[in-house]
């Protein structure tokens, strides 16, 4: 499950997340045996009004995504729930994703310096 991209983000076609689900994915999927399907799902979105994190200090953050997403859908039973998230700062989107996805059953962060501008 990808970490939603801000609104703006989203509308310059800048899901960060996304992308590095895809390639999570991909590879899970060839270490996976015969049978196991590996899918990305756009589960979690950020609720109307949600503001940007960009910027913003420690305590801002935490408190910009408490109840600022929902979820698109809900996960089937015996699904393993992996976040994916470009870079985690505080752990607020993080944290925030599990809260309405009701669980993780893990994390992947990824960053590389100077992908983003």
């Known amino acids: 499950v990808p970490a939603p991209s801000s609104w703006g983000r989203r509308l310059r076609g800048r899901q960060v997340a996304l992308p590095l689900a895809r390639g999570v994915a991909r590879g899970l ?3 996976s045996p015969p049978g196991v399907r590996v899918r990305v799902v756009d589960a979690v979105a950020l609720r109307a009004g949600a503001g940007s994190q960009s910027g913003k200090a420690g305590a801002a ?3 910009g995504r408490m ?3 929902r979820a698109r859908v809900v996960a089937p039973a015996g699904a393993l729930v992996i976040a ?5 700062t505080t752990g607020a989107t993080i944290r925030e994703m599990e809260r309405v996805l009701g669980r993780l059953d893990g994390i992947a962060a990824l960053a590389r310096p100077g992908l983003i501008s």
């Open 29 to 31: 999927a060839l270490g």
């Open 61 to 63: 953050r935490t408190v």
């Open 67 to 69: 109840g600022s997403m």
């Open 84 to 88: 994916v998230d470009d870079v985690v």
